[in-house]
């Protein structure tokens, strides 16, 4: 490899977030042209090596993540940002989206409203007024957060529904 996609591969890899590669040209001092062509370069090279580690563009964004494979594993090791309690809220807005907090409360219980307001807080949930309630859906940070390739909160349900149909 050389010195450009080293460069390009330790700021995604310390970044822990997915990276724009202007992000990264920005940063780095590197032409925007130079990086996509070394973040294609590391797409590839890290899909043809046996690691545990993949390299994936989400959106027009590229992430250094663990392979689903052994996401697993590794849960034991890394401590989740997310409670319990705040995960299984998140899950049913991603499944049932667009869906009003008011149906949510109705369903779930009075709980519903702090795990929102927190999960707005992250920046992983969008709410629109609506009918007197709140609408909410997965926001594109959501899709970063969990390492899903979507584009729209349309998709990440699709993802969702696409899941739970594998595991049926």
């Known amino acids: 490899m050389d ?3 080293l460069t390009v591969e330790a700021m995604l890899f310390s970044s822990g977030r997915p990276l724009h590669p ?3 040209a920005s940063k780095s001092g590197i032409d925007v ?15 043809g090596r046996r690691t545990s580690v993949e390299i994936v563009k989400i959106g027009d964004k590229y992430s250094m993540q663990l392979r689903k494979d052994f996401r697993k594993s590794a849960e034991t090791m890394a401590p989740t940002m997310l ?37 707005r807080e992250l920046g992983l949930v969008n709410v629109k007024a609506r009918a007197h309630s709140l609408e909410l859906t997965t926001s594109s940070r959501f899709a970063e957060f969990f390492g899903i390739e979507a584009k729209s909160s349309a ?3 699709q993802f969702f529904e696409k899941l739970l149909s594998e595991r049926s």
């Open 155 to 157: 998709e990440v349900k």
């Open 22 to 24: 202007d992000e990264i």
């Open 33 to 47: 042209k130079e990086v996509r062509k070394s973040l294609r370069k590391l797409v590839a090279v890290y899909r």
């Open 83 to 119: 409670s319990k309690d705040l995960l299984s809220t998140i899950s049913v807005i991603a499944y049932y989206q667009p869906v009003l907090q008011s149906e949510l409360a109705r369903k779930i219980g009075p709980r519903i409203y702090e795990n929102v307001a927190k999960l």
């Open 3 to 5: 010195e450009t996609m």
